[in-house]
């Protein structure tokens, strides 16, 4: 089993059904994607630069779905989060299979994916 799966398996519910579902989202839809396990997390690279992670933050009720170029989507997808200020990252905050919109996921991908590639690097200055 390699950490990634480990990773996921070793979360709570409702969260590792969460990342198992999101998971094969991802790799569906985009199948060059690259999975990396780095700081202790799962990433999903697309030509070796990261393109989203998957985290459960301390103190919250949801799965966090970080793109790392988010800054780049949030005109077309507002439902994405900038939670902690943070420069670059947003996020889209899954609590369910419920309320998660798998066909907008999906665009949010793509468009994420386009945009990785387009870019010398994926984390900007």
Known sequence: MNPIEQHILNQKEPYQSLMLYIRSVIKKNLPEVEEKYSYNIPFFNIDKKPMLYLNVLKGTDFLDVAFV???????????????????????LQVKSLEDFDELRFVEMLLQASENINKSKRAWNP
């Open 69 to 91: 170029q988010g800054i780049f989507l949030e005109t077309p997808f507002p439902e994405l989060k900038d939670d902690n200020n943070r420069k670059q990252v947003r996020s």
